[in-house]
């Protein structure tokens, strides 16, 4: 292989991880997808989070928080909201600023970190706890 061809391959490798960085999956939890996302990720397998099992999305929007927040509550007005920090699932090593949605056995938190740049949103759909 001449170094050209190497050199073109080596951009194309560049351009195609640059672009799968940037990639928004689709979110199949059921619950609402903000409309400006920039990055997503939907995890491929339930998880387990806080005892029971969750499929899990997450994105990001460079949107203010406060505007991420208020879409979030006209979406789910039945919503029950707390505080991100509160039976936190990121310990307690983060403060985070944010709150947390519940509906049901579902979730959402909606955060930023202390110097954070872009609004982390993410989605639990979740299986009732076990023995209910």
């Known amino acids: 292989m001449s170094v050209w061809c190497g050199r073109i391959l080596i951009v194309l490798a560049f ?19 903000y409309p400006h996302v920039t990055h997503a990720i939907m995890d ?44 936190s699932l990121y310990g307690e090593a983060f403060k985070l600023t944010g709150i947390r949605l519940t509906v049901g056995n579902d979730f959402i938190t909606l955060y930023r ?11 639990f759909k979740c299986a009732p706890p076990p023995g209910s």
């Not at 351009?15 to 997808?33: C, H, M, Q, W, Y």
């Not at 997450?58 to 509160?86: C, F, G």
């Open 44 to 87: 491929p397998v339930p998880r387990d989070t806080l005892g029971r099992k969750c499929i899990h999305y997450a994105a990001d929007s460079e949107d203010r928080l406060e505007a991420v927040e208020e879409w979030y509550r006209h979406a789910l007005p039945q919503a029950i909201e707390t505080d991100v920090n509160r039976n």
């Open 15 to 33: 351009v195609s991880s640059s672009v799968a960085s940037a990639a928004i999956d689709r979110n199949t939890t059921g619950l609402p997808t």
């Open 113 to 123: 970190t202390e110097n954070g740049r872009t609004t982390s949103i993410e989605l």
